[in-house]
Structures are given as C-alpha cells and as structure tokens.
C-alpha cells in the first residue's frame, strides 16, 4: 500500500467585524499611519468585540463553516489541536470547549502552545496522527483573541496585533499530496525578547502585577525582528534544499504575517518573486496562531492541486519554522 500522507482537504476563516485602523491608533498612542505602514504594511486590524466573547467563540464560527464547506458532521472530527496564546481559560483547554461548542461527541484534543509558530506545530503534529493510520479526520486549529492581551497604552506591541482565526482539515492520501517535510525550532532563550510577564505559575495574579501591567505582551521589537529576518528565512531556505525546491517550482510562499519586511527578507532569501507571497497584513495585522490558516482561507480559491506551498513563521519562544504542502484539491 502506498504511505499516507495528510492532506489538507478544507479550510476556513474568521476575523471579527470591528476594525480599528492607524487613524484610530492615532488618536490612542502617540503613532502614524506612514510609521505603522512603513514600518510593518499594517493598515488594520480586527478586534472581537462583545462581554464574553473569547478565542473559541471565533473557532466556532471558522470550524462550522468548514464542516458545511465539507460536507460533514462535528461528529465525525477525531482529534481537535487547538493552536493559540489566548485560550479561554487557563484550564480547561480550548479545544475541550470547542468540542462542546460545535457538538463533536466523538473527538478529543487539546490545546497547543507555540506563539506564532503555533499553526505549523499543530499541521505536523495533526499529519503525524494521520500518517500513523489511526485518524483520518483531524482539525488543526489556530487563532488568537490578542487584544485580549494588548496594552493600547504601547505604542511598540498595540499597532502590531490583531484578532482572527482559521482551520484546516487533515484527511488521509495516498497519492503524495499534504505535508510533505518540515523543518521546526525552538530556542527558549528568546523568551526573555517576547513574553507575558505574570498569570503563569513563575507569577501569579496579583493586584501588583495588574497594576504593573504585567498581563500584555512585552516585547523587544527590534531583537525579536532579528532573530525573525534570520529564522524564517533560515528555515525556509533549507526546507526548499531538502526537497530539491527551486524558486520556480515554489508556488506559494505562506508567510507568517508579523511585519512585512520579514516577509520581504523570506521571499529575497528564497529568491522567490512578489506575485508568489500570500500577503493580507494590511487588513489583519498580526493575529498570531492565525495568520497562516487565513491565508490560505483567502487564497483557497486560487490554490491548485499540486501546488507547491512553503509555509513559514517564527514567533515567541523562540520557535520557527517552515512546512512544504503540496495542495491536494483544486480551490
Ligand atoms: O510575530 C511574532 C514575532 N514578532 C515579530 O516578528 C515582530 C518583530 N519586530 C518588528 O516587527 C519591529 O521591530 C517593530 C514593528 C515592532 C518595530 O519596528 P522597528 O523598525 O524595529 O522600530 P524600533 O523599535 O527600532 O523603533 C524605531 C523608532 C524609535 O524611536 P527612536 O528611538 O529612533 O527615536 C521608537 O521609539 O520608532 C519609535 N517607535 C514608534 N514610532 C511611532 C516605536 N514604535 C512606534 C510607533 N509609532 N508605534
């Protein structure tokens, strides 16, 4: 019998309505639309709105869509991997409240942990499952609530991020198509560069750390901006090696979207052209777990089956990485 392979066999996307805009940032912290834009290609971003509304309440919303796009059923999803910095609760995880949201009986899952890295280390994760011959429907999620943890009194981390989520379902092939090979990173000492200061056991909730604003996103821009300019395209470079890619036969680059000049310095390094990068920075800004599967939500009509895909990203950890897709259905 010939190997299994877990191909990518549906997606789906959710950013809320509410969209806050540089002019808004304007009048919030002291910024500019021609710094944003020349700065990362940010125009804007979404925010869910709404008392209560959390991570998954966007899962519900992405993951039912796909089911009716595939013509199946929550009960029949095996394994949930929910990717994501902002789970509802601490505990339990994310994707147990989904499951319970959407009615999938007979899945079970967990929540997966990697920053803006999340997304491919739930895809190879989630293929594994599927090669193992076991599975043969699996949902990778990703997205993230992040103004739920953004201070919009900093002017370094409130005009990156933005709120969004998507999914993908892994189903078994025979034929080659799905994950083909990965190359995936940790290195935890740039935790110090990019971190939550206080809510996990290192320290707890305390009225000091709420009023020290310890509970958003630090982060030291321009070290992590190295790291990421060397990391993802590192990475990239070397996933094209491994499997005899030329520029040419690369498709799509699917880059994580964290600032568009290290989307330009991945595309440089690969040497592939402009008209082959999925970009939406623009419209969603950073939303973490979220910006690969949105990109390929957006692009889902033009992919081809066939289609050579590199999927990149790095992110708070450090972790980075990069995945080769061949797109197994035409969009
Ligand atoms: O997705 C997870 C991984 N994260 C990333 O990959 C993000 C990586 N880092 C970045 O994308 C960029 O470092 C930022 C977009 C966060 C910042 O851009 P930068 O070009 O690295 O700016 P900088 O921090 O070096 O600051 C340059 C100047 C500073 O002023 P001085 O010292 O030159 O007078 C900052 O104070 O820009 C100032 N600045 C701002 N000015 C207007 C910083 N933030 C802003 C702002 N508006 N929002």
Known sequence: MNKITAAITCVNGYVP????????LEKMVDTSD???????????????????LATSDMAVEAVNGLLKKRGITANDIELIIFATVTPDLIFPSSACILADKIGAKNAWGYDLAAACSGFLFALE?????????????????GGDKMSSIIDYTDRNTCIIFGDGLGCVLLEPNTEGFGVVDSV??????????????????????????????????????????????TGMADV???????????????????????NLRIIDATAERMGVGKDKIMINIEKFGNTTNGTIPLLLWEWENKLKKGDNL??????GGFTWGSIYVKWAYNG
Not at 125 to 141: D, N, P, Q, R, W
Request: no cysteine; charged share 25%; aromatic share 10%.
């Open 17 to 24: 309505e509410y969209v806050l805009s540089n002019s808004e």
């Open 184 to 229: 995936l990173k940790i290195d935890g000492n740039g935790r110090h560069y990019l971190h939550q200061k206080a809510g996990g056991s290192q320290k707890p909730p305390s009225h000091e750390t709420v009023d020290a604003r310890e509970h958003y996103v630090f982060q030291d821009g321009k070290t992590v901006f190295k790291f990421a300019v």
């Open 310 to 315: 590199v999927l990149s990203a790095f992110g």
């Open 125 to 141: 994760t989630g293929a594994k499952f599927i090669e193992s011959g076991k599975y043969t429907k699996v949902l990778v999620v």
């Open 34 to 52: 021609e710094w944003i834009t020349s700065r990362t290609g940010i125009k804007e971003r979404r925010l869910l709105k709404g008392e209560g």
């Open 236 to 258: 990239s470079a070397q996933i094209m090696d491994r499997n005899n890619l030329t520029a040419d036969d690369v498709t799509w680059l699917v880059p994580h979207q964290a």
